[in-house]
């Protein structure tokens, strides 16, 4: 069954959801200019990180948009500098899922 059809399964979009209108907002941002999409971005992601786990796909998505840019030389910085938003959201979660003793470690 879909998440939207069965109960136990809608963690998936209470995650997924808001990870991705964060991917899209970076998008945007990178693409069209859009200025409010650099903080609307690490924020939608982690709305969908308190949703839970799944939300990571999305900061993968994030990270691998911004590392497949066009080989330009100096654009490695540049694509460097664009993913670190999503990796500073990541390095936040995995801290603070660490720090509450987050997965089957924690019990």
Do not use: K
């Amino acid at each position: 069954m879909q998440p939207y059809g069965w109960i136990a399964s809608r963690h998936m979009l209470v995650a997924g959801v808001p990870a991705m209108f964060g991917v899209l907002a970076h998008v945007r941002a990178r693409e069209e200019g859009w200025r409010p999409g650099r903080w609307v971005a690490p924020l939608a992601v982690g709305v969908g990180l308190l949703g839970g786990e799944a939300a990571l796909g999305g900061l993968a998505l994030w990270i691998a948009y911004d590392l497949a840019g066009p080989s330009t030389p100096g654009a490695w910085r540049a694509r460097l500098l664009a993913a670190l938003p999503a990796v500073a959201v990541a390095a936040a979660y995995l801290a603070l899922y660490t720090w509450f003793g987050g997965g089957t470690a924690g019990i």
